[in-house]
């Protein structure tokens, strides 16, 4: 069993910059790849990023891509998702979610990620 909790969201400007952190425990962070996914109240959990268990290899969603950097520290069991140039549509709730075994794998799909967190609340205002 994996638990993750999001924290780092809130409500900022359009253009401006949020780090979200997911902590985990339970076992080895380092056995499981790690991801974003994020929703919007009555859509479906979309994809955002998604970084492999060595760190090595990430991938985003077109709509992120180059806006947003994932990364992982595996001593501190924590992966952060770093967001510049927010727009209002980035708007949604953030969930961390942990899965996959492929030590260079990075997953973008939602059925390879075994837990999930609660979600953080993230706001952009125009």
């Known amino acids: 069993q994996v638990q993750l909790v999001e924290s780092g969201g809130g409500l900022v400007q359009a253009g401006g910059s949020l780090i979200l952190s997911c902590a985990t425990s339970?076992?080895?962070?380092?056995?499981?790849?790690m991801g974003w996914f994020r929703q919007v109240s009555g859509k479906e959990r979309e994809f955002v990023a998604g970084?492999?268990?060595?760190?090595?290899?990430?991938v985003y969603a077109d709509s992120v891509k180059g806006r947003f950097t994932i990364s992982r520290d595996n001593a501190k069991r924590l992966v952060y998702l770093q967001m510049n140039s927010l727009k209002p549509e980035d708007t949604a709730v953030y969930y961390c979610?942990?899965?996959?075994?492929?030590?260079?794998?990075?997953?973008?799909?939602?059925?390879?990620?075994?837990?999930w967190g609660q979600g953080t609340q993230v706001t952009v205002s125009s």
């Open positions: 970084i492999s268990r060595s760190g090595g290899t990430t």
């Open positions: 979610a942990a899965g996959g075994s492929n030590y260079y794998s990075a997953y973008s799909d939602s059925h390879e990620y075994d837990y």
């Open positions: 339970g076992r080895t962070f380092s056995s499981y790849g």
